[in-house]
Protein backbone atom coordinates (compact mmCIF):
# COMPACT_ATOMS: atom_id res chain seq x y z
CA UNK A 1 0.00 0.00 0.00
CA UNK A 2 1.43 3.36 -1.17
CA UNK A 3 1.55 5.81 1.88
CA UNK A 4 -0.63 8.36 -0.11
CA UNK A 5 -3.65 6.00 0.47
CA UNK A 6 -3.05 6.62 4.21
CA UNK A 7 -2.95 10.66 3.83
CA UNK A 8 -5.76 10.65 0.97
CA UNK A 9 -7.55 14.17 0.63
CA UNK A 10 -11.05 14.55 2.16
CA UNK A 11 -10.05 12.46 5.19
CA UNK A 12 -11.71 12.51 8.53
CA UNK A 13 -12.07 15.89 10.70
CA UNK A 14 -9.43 14.79 12.69
CA UNK A 15 -6.73 14.12 10.28
CA UNK A 16 -8.01 17.43 8.28
CA UNK A 17 -7.10 19.43 11.23
CA UNK A 18 -3.77 17.50 11.79
CA UNK A 19 -3.09 18.02 7.84
CA UNK A 20 -3.54 21.92 8.64
CA UNK A 21 -0.88 21.83 11.50
CA UNK A 22 1.91 19.94 9.29
CA UNK A 23 1.38 23.17 6.59
CA UNK A 24 1.61 25.47 9.46
CA UNK A 25 4.66 23.51 10.61
CA UNK A 26 6.55 23.78 6.87
CA UNK A 27 5.49 27.45 6.66
CA UNK A 28 7.23 28.53 9.94
CA UNK A 29 9.81 25.55 9.26
CA UNK A 30 10.66 27.51 6.09
CA UNK A 31 10.84 30.81 7.73
CA UNK A 32 13.03 29.91 10.09
CA UNK A 33 15.80 28.59 7.49
CA UNK A 34 15.09 31.69 5.47
CA UNK A 35 15.66 33.95 9.07
CA UNK A 36 19.23 31.38 9.42
CA UNK A 37 20.55 31.61 6.03
CA UNK A 38 19.63 35.79 5.73
CA UNK A 39 21.51 35.76 8.80
CA UNK A 40 24.46 34.04 7.63
CA UNK A 41 24.85 35.87 4.60
CA UNK A 42 24.50 39.43 6.61
CA UNK A 43 21.46 40.31 5.09
CA UNK A 44 20.31 40.83 8.96
CA UNK A 45 21.51 40.84 12.13
CA UNK A 46 22.07 38.10 14.14
CA UNK A 47 20.10 38.99 17.71
CA UNK A 48 16.84 40.13 16.30
CA UNK A 49 16.76 37.58 14.27
CA UNK A 50 17.57 34.60 16.30
CA UNK A 51 14.78 36.18 18.80
CA UNK A 52 12.40 35.54 15.92
CA UNK A 53 13.54 31.97 15.23
CA UNK A 54 13.66 30.69 18.31
CA UNK A 55 10.17 31.75 18.89
CA UNK A 56 8.81 30.57 15.59
CA UNK A 57 10.84 27.35 16.09
CA UNK A 58 8.48 27.31 19.84
CA UNK A 59 5.46 27.27 17.84
CA UNK A 60 6.75 24.34 15.90
CA UNK A 61 7.60 22.55 18.84
CA UNK A 62 4.14 23.19 20.40
CA UNK A 63 2.50 22.41 16.97
CA UNK A 64 4.27 18.79 17.08
CA UNK A 65 3.14 18.04 20.40
CA UNK A 66 -0.61 18.81 19.66
CA UNK A 67 -0.21 16.79 16.44
CA UNK A 68 0.87 13.61 18.58
CA UNK A 69 -1.80 13.94 20.98
CA UNK A 70 -4.48 14.06 18.34
CA UNK A 71 -2.67 11.04 16.82
CA UNK A 72 -2.77 9.35 19.96
CA UNK A 73 -6.89 10.25 20.26
CA UNK A 74 -7.02 9.39 16.74
CA UNK A 75 -5.34 5.75 17.43
CA UNK A 76 -7.95 5.35 20.61
CA UNK A 77 -11.32 6.09 18.79
CA UNK A 78 -10.36 4.49 15.32
CA UNK A 79 -8.44 1.52 16.62
CA UNK A 80 -5.80 -0.70 15.21
CA UNK A 81 -7.49 0.38 11.64
CA UNK A 82 -6.04 3.58 11.82
CA UNK A 83 -2.16 2.90 12.89
CA UNK A 84 -0.40 2.74 9.73
CA UNK A 85 -1.66 6.09 9.52
CA UNK A 86 -0.73 7.41 12.87
CA UNK A 87 2.37 5.98 12.38
CA UNK A 88 3.06 7.69 8.99
CA UNK A 89 1.82 11.22 10.56
CA UNK A 90 4.36 11.02 13.93
CA UNK A 91 7.11 10.08 11.03
CA UNK A 92 6.27 13.09 8.87
CA UNK A 93 5.76 15.24 12.17
CA UNK A 94 9.14 14.77 13.59
CA UNK A 95 10.78 15.39 10.46
CA UNK A 96 9.25 18.86 9.84
CA UNK A 97 10.48 19.89 13.23
CA UNK A 98 13.82 18.48 12.93
CA UNK A 99 14.22 21.10 9.79
CA UNK A 100 14.03 23.80 12.38
CA UNK A 101 16.30 22.16 14.52
CA UNK A 102 18.87 22.53 11.95
CA UNK A 103 17.70 26.46 11.44
CA UNK A 104 18.76 26.39 14.49
CA UNK A 105 22.18 24.98 14.03
CA UNK A 106 22.46 27.69 11.34
CA UNK A 107 22.03 30.30 13.07
CA UNK A 108 24.07 29.49 15.85
CA UNK A 109 27.14 29.88 13.41
CA UNK A 110 26.12 33.30 12.68
CA UNK A 111 26.03 34.28 16.69
CA UNK A 112 29.70 32.45 16.68
CA UNK A 113 30.94 35.04 14.53
CA UNK A 114 30.65 33.12 10.93
CA UNK A 115 29.02 35.04 8.31
CA UNK A 116 29.38 34.30 4.09
CA UNK A 117 29.00 38.05 3.77
CA UNK A 118 32.73 37.86 1.81
CA UNK A 119 32.52 34.75 0.51
CA UNK A 120 34.30 34.64 -3.12
CA UNK A 121 31.38 32.65 -3.91
CA UNK A 122 28.74 34.72 -2.26
CA UNK A 123 26.28 34.32 -5.18
CA UNK A 124 26.22 30.59 -5.35
CA UNK A 125 25.18 30.93 -1.31
CA UNK A 126 22.43 33.25 -2.37
CA UNK A 127 21.29 30.98 -5.36
CA UNK A 128 21.19 28.02 -2.74
CA UNK A 129 19.63 29.58 0.07
CA UNK A 130 16.92 30.70 -2.13
CA UNK A 131 16.70 27.40 -3.72
CA UNK A 132 16.06 25.67 -0.15
CA UNK A 133 13.64 27.95 0.77
CA UNK A 134 11.41 27.37 -2.30
CA UNK A 135 11.46 23.79 -2.31
CA UNK A 136 10.81 23.88 1.16
CA UNK A 137 7.42 25.94 -0.14
CA UNK A 138 7.25 23.45 -3.06
CA UNK A 139 7.40 20.45 -0.89
CA UNK A 140 4.70 21.79 1.53
CA UNK A 141 2.28 22.24 -1.73
CA UNK A 142 3.06 18.70 -2.99
CA UNK A 143 2.27 17.30 0.56
CA UNK A 144 -0.71 18.65 0.51
CA UNK A 145 -1.95 17.64 -2.73
CA UNK A 146 -0.36 14.23 -2.99
CA UNK A 147 0.65 15.48 -6.19
CA UNK A 148 2.84 12.36 -6.89
CA UNK A 149 4.54 13.64 -10.28
CA UNK A 150 5.53 16.55 -8.92
CA UNK A 151 6.65 14.24 -5.70
CA UNK A 152 8.84 12.56 -7.97
CA UNK A 153 10.12 15.76 -9.32
CA UNK A 154 11.12 17.27 -5.80
CA UNK A 155 12.83 13.75 -5.09
CA UNK A 156 15.02 14.20 -7.84
CA UNK A 157 15.65 17.89 -7.13
CA UNK A 158 16.53 17.18 -3.85
CA UNK A 159 19.11 14.07 -4.43
CA UNK A 160 20.59 16.37 -6.82
CA UNK A 161 21.29 18.87 -3.91
CA UNK A 162 22.41 15.71 -1.51
CA UNK A 163 24.89 15.28 -3.98
CA UNK A 164 25.93 19.21 -4.51
CA UNK A 165 26.23 19.14 -0.83
CA UNK A 166 28.62 16.13 -0.68
CA UNK A 167 30.57 17.40 -2.95
CA UNK A 168 31.45 20.93 -1.40
CA UNK A 169 31.87 18.86 1.81
CA UNK A 170 34.31 16.67 0.19
CA UNK A 171 36.20 19.15 -1.43
CA UNK A 172 36.70 21.11 1.90
CA UNK A 173 38.04 17.97 3.81
CA UNK A 174 40.44 17.37 1.18
CA UNK A 175 41.70 20.72 0.99
CA UNK A 176 40.86 21.27 -2.46
CA UNK A 177 38.20 24.14 -1.32
CA UNK A 178 40.24 26.58 -0.28
CA UNK A 179 37.77 29.01 0.76
CA UNK A 180 37.62 30.85 4.24
CA UNK A 181 36.20 29.28 7.08
CA UNK A 182 35.98 25.73 5.93
CA UNK A 183 34.76 24.59 9.26
CA UNK A 184 31.95 26.82 9.19
CA UNK A 185 31.03 26.41 5.95
CA UNK A 186 31.04 22.55 5.60
CA UNK A 187 28.98 22.73 9.27
CA UNK A 188 26.70 25.13 6.86
CA UNK A 189 26.77 22.37 4.11
CA UNK A 190 25.71 19.85 6.28
CA UNK A 191 23.02 21.20 8.03
CA UNK A 192 21.40 22.30 4.96
CA UNK A 193 21.79 18.80 3.50
CA UNK A 194 19.58 17.43 6.46
CA UNK A 195 17.15 20.00 6.26
CA UNK A 196 16.79 18.85 2.42
CA UNK A 197 16.68 15.23 3.73
CA UNK A 198 13.43 15.73 6.23
CA UNK A 199 12.28 17.15 3.04
CA UNK A 200 12.87 14.20 1.24
CA UNK A 201 11.16 12.03 3.69
CA UNK A 202 8.52 13.50 3.72
CA UNK A 203 8.18 13.53 -0.13
CA UNK A 204 8.68 9.76 -0.05
CA UNK A 205 5.19 9.70 1.85
CA UNK A 206 3.39 10.58 -1.37
CA UNK A 207 4.98 7.77 -3.85
CA UNK A 208 6.16 5.18 -1.92
CA UNK A 209 5.08 2.13 0.76
CA UNK A 210 4.73 2.70 4.54
CA UNK A 211 7.60 0.25 4.52
CA UNK A 212 9.83 2.15 2.59
CA UNK A 213 9.17 5.64 4.25
CA UNK A 214 12.49 7.83 4.73
CA UNK A 215 14.37 5.81 1.58
CA UNK A 216 14.40 8.16 -1.09
CA UNK A 217 13.01 7.60 -4.52
CA UNK A 218 15.03 6.43 -7.32
CA UNK A 219 13.57 6.65 -11.00
CA UNK A 220 12.86 2.81 -12.36
CA UNK A 221 12.39 1.81 -8.56
Known sequence: MKSSDLIRKGASSPIQAIETKLIEML????????????????DLAPKAANKELRATDQKINEAERDIR????VHASVFGSIEIPSVLLYMSIVKDIERVGDYAKNLIDLALDGVTLEHAPDLPDWKAMATE????????AETFHERDKDRAIALLTQGNR??????????????GTDYDPNPVARALALRYLKRVVAHLLNMLSAVVLPLDRLDYFYEPGD
Open 161 to 174: LLDDFNRQVSALVK
Open 132 to 139: ISTFIAHS
Open 69 to 72: RRLI
Open 27 to 42: SRARREVDLAMSVLLS
